[in-house]
């Protein structure tokens, strides 16, 4: 078959990748620089509804999921600040959902048409008591398509909200690319309740999910709720079993982390240094890379695309390098501090930056001149 | 009457609240009705009125404080059944903080009924004042009694659209009310008046219900009967993939560009600097290339600069940030102004720049054409994009004259 070309953007292929991969309704408030998925949804998605603000927005989410649907949405800071309390609420009630979150520069409305990558901390520490959401970061255009996918797959599989991170500059450029060469999604299978035996609705099931029933049912009574609560989803204010519920909506995001570690690692013989970057960086740590290699430098690479929870295989893969150059398009290096804390050990340093795009020259200078801006 | 949708056993709310008295009236209405108990499905909120769920056998929903209206129109729309009967509990404190919620779903009419347990101050709290208090009704907090007049939600939800809208007084049978509600079409509303046993009675000592809502001006009546059904809202999707349509791009000619090349463009508003460069990075993926192109300007985008990157290569374009362009394509005024930090980080290259402005102080070499007169200012980052082509050959002068031929209808010379 010839070369088909088409000229577009990220935003095209998430929203197309969405669909394909089961998602069926699409719920938005306008914000920059989100809006291309916006527009995308509402020439695309099954069901597409404008809501009147980011914590209607959702509301109406969890109100679709709650029916048995499959919701996504696209925000930027301001309007995930809002979502919060509702976050918790979908994830408290296991209802599955994708937030797509375009990161642009903060703090507080901040530059609206500018990049960053700061929002990570608020996104990881989403739930109140520390408990784990799935983080899941794009770094180029086959991410768009396959991680958009996968974040359906996941927030379906273990019932609960994930976010899709990324940044303005990834979701409005355009570039070329071939649509025939992208990988084929598969829809996501979805089990429900089916037995006749009494229903309880958060009675953990295969790797600690409960199975799946909405209340369009008419053959069990089904209960959603928000509060601490029992396998039946009566409120219970700290029974033994309400606070093991709780603690198991944390336990199935942890402990099925294999299921959905998805990273990206280029390792060169002899490399002492390991680069690791995400999301818009990764792509002027990829060129960094070639760039080094091409003067004869060794260097390894390290893309993780399943930011949190951490899976343990990337300290391994860390633990091989004496020097680990972490670059990420925030004023204080939020990944680096999530990996080793304030008190990074010796050899680990970043390459920061604030209202500009890192560059290459900046990672392959920190690569070549290690130590001299420990940070 | 038998219980049908609570359970035998006890409710959960103090002696003498009226609570009680719209659970009791709800089933009793549903029984009225004759709906199915699993087509039934009550979303609460946070209050003392939301600690009912246990005590209900129907799908309950419960979720945050003042949100219980918008969880249920997910509910509704995804539904989209008017055979399910969705039912709101909330109160005067969930209406407080939410009252967007209500506007917005009697606005758009969503099949449900939403139930206002109005006891006119926060039960659960310690009796804080809400929107809701009427002016001298006393509370823990107000002992002098409230300075302001109390909303009617009733003339607001019946301004905003809803489909039925009353008031009732939350004592004795409440059960025909409650069912003329349930079985209309479309968002109904009823805001039942109470008085909180704990904090209203013991603040306001000897005040009769009545009496309070009388004082208050709220009327006791049917405010709207229109009687629309809800809006219908799950259908098969119409849409077809993304990647059809006209938007393929066919490689056409070839381009023997050996590296990477940066261009930016910096014009004005409303002069098709967008366009143009979409222009300029297609027709270079229709010369075999490969191409990048990202925009810059205000977020009013129809005054002041606008401004893009492209970046052209015949190898994969990783990086997409903007150093030092190769090639500056400058147009207006704004675009100067806007250009300035690449004009002084340019140490070759070319600068392209209107016959109309002011030659740039720069190290890169600088090339004056009348790009503005040349098909009119709308067309000049366009012609500046295909004079870049005449002068520097990156691809086929005629894999973007053929894109847009229409627009110029002239040759640059």
């Known amino acids: ?375 | 009457m038998e219980r049908v949708y609570l359970k035998e056993e006890g409710l959960p709310f103090c002696k003498g609240c009226g609570h009680t008295t719209i659970s009791e009236n709800t089933d009793k209405a549903l029984q009225k009705l004759g709906i199915p108990l699993l087509d039934v499905i009550l979303v609460t909120d946070i209050g003392c009125h939301g600690i009912i769920d246990k005590s209900f056998k129907m799908h309950t929903v419960h979720g945050l404080h003042g949100r219980s209206v918008a969880l249920a129109t997910g509910i509704s729309a995804g539904l989209s059944n008017p055979d399910k009967k969705v039912i709101v509990f909330i109160g005067d404190g969930g209406v407080t903080i939410g009252i967007q919620h209500l506007i917005n779903a009697a606005h758009r009419n969503f099949n449900m009924t939403v139930v206002i347990h109005n006891n006119m101050l926060y039960g659960m709290t310690g009796g804080q004042p809400s929107e809701f208090t009427p002016q001298g009704f006393k509370t823990p907090t107000l002992p002098d009694g409230a300075g302001e007049k109390a909303s009617d939600i009733c003339a607001i939800i019946s301004a905003a659209g809803a489909s039925y809208v009353s008031r009732v007084i939350g004592i004795g049978d409440l059960s025909d009310h409650l069912a003329e509600a349930f079985a209309k079409p479309g968002f109904s509303l009823v805001e039942v008046m109470e008085i909180c046993p704990s904090y209203g009675v013991k603040s306001n000592p000897g005040m009769k219900l009545s009496k309070v809502v009388q004082e208050a001006g709220l009327e006791i009546r049917v405010y709207a009967d229109r009687n629309i059904p809800g809006p219908e809202l799950l259908s098969e999707s119409k849409f077809k993939s993304l990647f059809t349509g006209k938007i393929d791009i066919p490689v056409t000619h070839v381009s023997s560009l050996k590296s990477t090349v940066r261009i930016q463009v910096a014009g004005s508003a409303g002069e098709g600097v967008q366009s143009a460069a979409e222009y300029f990075a297609a027709a270079a993926i229709a010369s075999g290339l490969n191409a990048t192109k990202k925009g810059s300007y205000p977020v009013t985008v129809g005054i002041g600069f606008s401004a893009s990157d492209v970046i052209i290569s015949p190898d994969p374009i990783l990086y997409t940030g903007s150093p030092v362009p190769d090639y500056l394509i400058i147009t207006s005024d704004d675009g100067l102004a806007y250009a300035k930090g690449a004009l002084a980080a340019m140490k070759e290259g070319t600068v392209y720049i209107d016959s109309s402005l002011p030659v740039p102080e720069t190290k890169a070499s600088v090339v004056t054409y009348a790009f503005r007169e040349f098909a009119g200012s709308r067309n000049a980052a366009l012609v500046g994009f295909l004079y870049l082509l005449k002068e520097a050959a990156l691809y086929p002068y005629e894999a973007l004259e053929s894109r847009v031929a229409g627009r110029i209808g002239k040759t640059i010379g």
Not at chain 1, 21 to 44: C, K
Not at chain 1, 98 to 108: E, K, S, T, Y
């Open chain 1, 1 to 375: 078959m010839a070369q088909r070309i088409i000229f577009t953007d990220s935003s095209r292929l998430m929203v197309e990748a969405a669909v394909q991969a089961g998602a069926d309704v699409f719920i938005g408030y306008p914000i920059t620089p989100a809006n291309l998925l916006y527009y995308y949804s509402s020439q695309r998605f099954p069901v597409f509804m404008a809501a009147p603000d980011e914590i209607t927005t959702l509301q109406l989410m969890s109100g679709y999921a709650a029916t048995g649907k499959v919701p996504v949405t696209a925000t930027s800071f301001p309007g995930y600040a809002l979502m919060i309390e509702s976050i918790n609420m979908a994830y408290m009630m296991e209802l599955p959902m994708v937030i797509i979150l375009v990161q642009r520069l903060g703090p507080a409305t901040g530059t609206a048409t500018m990049g960053a990558q700061g929002d990570l901390n608020v996104v990881t520490g989403t739930i109140s008591g520390g408990m784990a959401i799935p983080v899941i970061s794009v770094s180029d255009p086959a991410d768009a398509w396959e991680l958009t996918a996968k974040a359906v797959e996941v927030a379906v599989k273990l019932r609960t909200p994930v976010v899709l991170l990324t940044s303005k500059e990834e979701v409005m450029t355009q570039f070329g690319l071939d649509p025939d060469e992208l990988a084929p999604i598969q829809k996501v299978e979805r089990k429900v309740y089916e037995s006749d035996e009494p229903f309880f609705p958060y009675k953990a099931g295969e790797n600690k999910v409960p199975l799946f029933l909405g209340v369009d049912t008419s053959r069990h009574q089904v209960r959603f709720t928000a509060s601490t609560h029992d396998t039946r989803g009566i409120i219970q204010n700290s029974g033994a079993e309400a606070l093991g519920n709780s603690i198991r909506l944390h336990e199935k995001i942890t402990e099925n982390l294999d299921s959905y570690t998805c990273y990206s690692y280029d390792m060169q013989e002899g490399a002492k240094a390991l680069i690791v970057s995400y999301g818009i960086t990764a792509q002027a740590a990829r060129e960094a890379v070639a760039q080094l290699r091409n003067d004869g430098e060794s260097v390894a690479l390290l893309i993780p695309q399943t930011l949190y929870p951490i899976p343990n295989l990337y300290f391994d893969i860390m633990s091989r390098y004496p020097r680990v150059v972490i670059a990420e398009e925030n004023l204080t290096g939020q990944y680096r501090h999530l990996l080793f804390g304030v008190n990074a050990p010796a050899g680990v340093t970043g390459v920061n930056a604030f209202g500009k795009m890192i560059t290459p020259a900046q990672i392959k200078s920190e690569v070549l001149d290690h130590g001299k801006s420990i940070s």
